[in-house]
Every structure is written in structure tokens, then in C-alpha cells.
């Protein structure tokens, strides 16, 4: 920045572009914002489902079940190529990146390279991929999530605390929460949820650094994009797994295209993603599986997975289920939302920054 200001070369071009983004901020800051509606009246406005016992599939195991040294070569077949091609900076859909004019060319190079290093991946063994999943019994109690330890129904192992979307949008719009997908206790209904964590990245570091010692960046860069792959990969074919052992995935017939397109009943969203934005969730996954013994994945401070190649959340099967953003909350949810998790205001507000819909100073 002094630099710029003290070039008679780049001040000019430096102080129009500064005053361009202070205007950008001002006319953000002078928008009116969405109006919210209260937490009672969002609650009020929860997503309609009319429970049904029909729509209540009941798993064939409940508790949790671990998956050591996973055949790589089983969840090549489930990989979604295109966003490997997003990590290169390479904007299109494969297959029909090969296609392109402009990047055809250099995606199919990237592709059969790609290809090459992965098949030295699976024949010498050269990352594991590990995964833990559970089924628990559970129902809704408002906003919050009951597992219970057994089908008594009659002890709370824990809870996932879920947050509400409050924007007024059109004024008739439900305000969806995950806890929706779930019975509620007073149904009667005997639901079910499920948590898992899966990971591609163990022996990724060991490997990383060999390409570096041997100055080779690019297969370094190349075997992280293809665990993180692989990640997803298993995610995806362990969630195929889960709805068949939970009954309601066992007349899919699904291509590896309809997978992709999530053509399939039930969710799987995460903590720190739109339709749940708090992190601290997978806190509560990680105790729930002890994830870490089981699989080596460890949460750091900020509650991001190490080794990055992983991915964790929550299993939903209600036929009607489905994702969607939170978006902007009011501070009556943030202070309930706080009473029920044990953490101060001041807490919530933090790990929420980017959901509130007001200014917390």
C-alpha cells in the first residue's frame, strides 16, 4: 500500500481503486437488510411435513460400525472429476471439458496424468482411507436433536443443536431447520439419525513430502487434489452404503451420474456448511463416533479436519429432506441457540460471524 501511494506511476490508479471499493462498502452498509421475523415465529413457520410412519425407515444396526484400509480402487469409481478440474482452474464439467476449445487439450494431459499417479496410489498402497459411521435412535425436541443410547428411548446419549433460518422471504416461506427432517417426540414415531467421518488422506503427508524432496511440485499439488477426490469419493459411496443398511436405499438403481446429481433420497450435510454453519457440531461427532482413535482424523482448534482429505456430518433420510442455506439469524436466536449449547453469547457470536444479521459490537 505506501508503496503504491509513493509511486508517481501507480498513486493515481491505486487511489481510484481505493475510493471504488470504500463506495462498494458504504453502499453494502446502506442497503437494507432482509427483514428477519422472531425466532417463535420461525419456529412457527417449520418446514410442513405430515409424519407418516410410512416415511420413517428403520435401520437394520444402530451404533457405530468402522471401515480400516477401504479398497481405493472401489472409490476410483465413485469419484466426481469435475472439480478436480476446478483445482487446476479449469472452469467445466467433465467429461465435456475435453471438448473445449480453448482447454481440451491440456484437460485431457491433466486427466491421463492424473490417471497415471492414481493408479500408483491404489497398486502400492500409498494412502488409506479409513471411515467411522453410526445409526442412532433419535427424534426432534424443538429445536434440538435427541439420541438416545438404545430403543428404550428411555436415556439421552447427546444432542445436535441445529439453527433455524429467520429471513421473511416472501412472508410465507417455511423456515427450515435440519431438526425438521427429524420426528418429533411428541409423533410417537421412532426416527433415527446418523453422523459419519471418512478420510483418504492418511500417508498423504509422507507422500507430499517426497514429491517435494525430489523437487517434484507438481505431483505434490496433483496427489492432494486426488485424495481430496478420493475423499469426497467415500463420502459418497459410504452414504450409498448407509441407505441400504438403513433400508429405504435398496431399490436404487443409480448411475455414477445420478450419484453425482445426488438423484437419491436422504441428505448428508455437514457442520460449517449453509444448512448448518456451526462448526462446533463436529465436536460433538467426534465424541459420539470417537472419531479420532477410530480413524486417525483430528479436529483442530478451529474445528477443521486434519488430514484435510476428509469429510463428516450428519445422515438425514425423510423423504423429504433436503439442503438449504440458513442464511442471516436474529440475536433471540443466537441467545437461545447459546442457552442450549452451554456457551456464552459471546462465543456463539464468534464461531457465527458470518449468520448474524446484525451488528454484535
Not at 450419484?259 to 467426534?286: M, N
Given at each position: 500500500?505506501?508503496?503504491?501511494?509513493?509511486?508517481?506511476?501507480?498513486k493515481?490508479?491505486?487511489?481510484?481503486?481505493?475510493?471504488?471499493?470504500?463506495?462498494?462498502?458504504r453502499?453494502?452498509h446502506?442497503?437494507?437488510?432482509?427483514?428477519m421475523?422472531?425466532?417463535?415465529?420461525?419456529?412457527?413457520r417449520?418446514?410442513?411435513?405430515?409424519?407418516?410412519?410410512?416415511?420413517i425407515?428403520?435401520p437394520?444396526?444402530t451404533?457405530?460400525?468402522?471401515?480400516?484400509?477401504?479398497?481405493?480402487?472401489?472409490?476410483?469409481?465413485?469419484?466426481?472429476w469435475s472439480?478436480?478440474?476446478?483445482?487446476?482452474?479449469?472452469?467445466?464439467?467433465?467429461?465435456r471439458?475435453?471438448?473445449?476449445?480453448?482447454q481440451?487439450?491440456?484437460?485431457?494431459?491433466l486427466?491421463?496424468e492424473?490417471?497415471?499417479?492414481?493408479?500408483?496410489?491404489?497398486?502400492?498402497?500409498?494412502?488409506?482411507?479409513?471411515?467411522?459411521y453410526?445409526?442412532?435412535?433419535?427424534n426432534?425436541?424443538?429445536?434440538?436433536?435427541?439420541?438416545y443410547?438404545?430403543?428404550?428411548?428411555?436415556?439421552v446419549?447427546?444432542?445436535?443443536?441445529?439453527?433455524?433460518?429467520?429471513?421473511?422471504?416472501?412472508?410465507s416461506?417455511p423456515?427450515?431447520?435440519?431438526?425438521?427432517?427429524?420426528?418429533?417426540?411428541?409423533?410417537?414415531?421412532?426416527?433415527?439419525?446418523?453422523?459419519?467421518?471418512?478420510?483418504?488422506?492418511?500417508?498423504?503427508?509422507?507422500?507430499?513430502?517426497k514429491?517435494?524432496?525430489?523437487?517434484d511440485?507438481?505431483n505434490?499439488?496433483?496427489?492432494?487434489?486426488?485424495?481430496?477426490?478420493?475423499?469426497?469419493?467415500f463420502?459418497?459411496?459410504?452414504?450409498?452404503?448407509?441407505?441400504?443398511?438403513?433400508?429405504?436405499?435398496?431399490?436404487?438403481?443409480?448411475?455414477?451420474?445420478?450419484?453425482?446429481?445426488?438423484?437419491?433420497?436422504?441428505?448428508?450435510?455437514?457442520?460449517?456448511?449453509?444448512?448448518?454453519?456451526?462448526?462446533?457440531?463436529?465436536g460433538?461427532?467426534?465424541?459420539?463416533?470417537?472419531?479420532e482413535?477410530?480413524?486417525?482424523?483430528?479436529?483442530?482448534?478451529?474445528f477443521?479436519?486434519?488430514p484435510?482429505?476428509?469429510?463428516?456430518?450428519?445422515?438425514?433420510?425423510?423423504?423429504?429432506?433436503?439442503?438449504?442455506?440458513?442464511?442471516?439469524?436474529?440475536?433471540?436466536q443466537v441467545a437461545?441457540?447459546?442457552?442450549?449449547?452451554?456457551?456464552?453469547?459471546?462465543?456463539?457470536e464468534?464461531?457465527?460471524?458470518?449468520?448474524?444479521?446484525?451488528d454484535?459490537?
Amino acid at each position: 500500500m505506501t508503496t503504491s501511494l509513493l509511486s508517481d506511476e501507480n498513486k493515481a490508479a491505486f487511489v481510484t481503486q481505493l475510493r471504488l471499493d470504500y463506495a462498494a462498502v458504504r453502499k453494502a452498509h446502506a442497503n437494507p437488510k432482509q427483514p428477519m421475523v422472531s425466532l417463535s415465529e420461525a419456529r412457527a413457520r417449520r418446514t410442513p411435513i405430515e409424519w407418516k410412519t410410512e416415511d420413517i425407515a428403520t435401520p437394520s444396526f444402530t451404533g457405530v460400525r468402522v471401515l480400516d484400509s477401504f479398497p481405493l480402487a472401489e472409490l476410483r469409481t465413485y469419484i466426481d472429476w469435475s472439480p478436480f478440474f476446478h483445482t487446476w482452474e479449469m472452469k467445466g464439467v467433465y467429461p465435456r471439458i475435453f471438448e473445449d476449445e480453448r482447454q481440451g487439450g491440456q484437460a485431457r494431459q491433466l486427466f491421463a496424468e492424473a490417471q497415471t499417479l492414481l493408479d500408483r496410489i491404489i497398486d502400492e498402497n500409498l494412502l488409506t482411507a479409513r471411515a467411522v459411521y453410526g445409526l442412532f435412535p433419535a427424534n426432534a425436541v424443538g429445536d434440538d436433536v435427541e439420541l438416545y443410547t438404545d430403543d428404550s428411548r428411555a436415556t439421552v446419549q447427546t444432542k445436535f443443536y441445529f439453527l433455524r433460518q429467520q429471513a421473511n422471504r416472501e412472508g410465507s416461506e417455511p423456515c427450515r431447520s435440519l431438526v425438521d427432517f427429524i420426528a418429533p417426540k411428541e409423533t410417537g414415531l421412532n426416527d433415527s439419525i446418523g453422523a459419519f467421518a471418512v478420510t483418504s488422506g492418511i500417508g498423504l503427508k509422507e507422500l507430499v513430502e517426497k514429491f517435494k524432496a525430489q523437487n517434484d511440485d507438481y505431483n505434490a499439488i496433483m496427489a492432494e487434489a486426488l485424495a481430496d477426490r478420493l475423499a469426497e469419493a467415500f463420502a459418497e459411496c459410504l452414504h450409498k452404503r448407509v441407505r441400504q443398511e438403513w433400508g429405504y436405499g435398496c431399490p436404487e438403481h443409480l448411475s455414477s451420474d445420478d450419484l453425482i446429481a445426488e438423484k437419491y433420497r436422504g441428505i448428508r450435510p455437514a457442520p460449517g456448511y449453509p444448512a448448518c454453519p456451526d462448526h462446533t457440531e463436529k465436536g460433538t461427532i467426534w465424541r459420539l463416533l470417537d472419531v479420532e482413535a477410530k480413524t486417525g482424523i483430528q479436529l483442530t482448534e478451529s474445528f477443521a479436519m486434519w488430514p484435510g482429505s476428509s469429510v463428516s456430518g450428519f445422515y438425514f433420510a425423510h423423504p423429504e429432506s433436503r439442503y438449504f442455506a440458513v442464511g442471516k439469524i436474529d440475536r433471540d436466536q443466537v441467545a437461545d441457540y447459546a442457552e442450549r449449547k452451554g456457551m456464552s453469547i459471546t462465543e456463539v457470536e464468534r464461531w457465527l460471524g458470518p449468520n448474524l444479521g446484525y451488528d454484535p459490537r
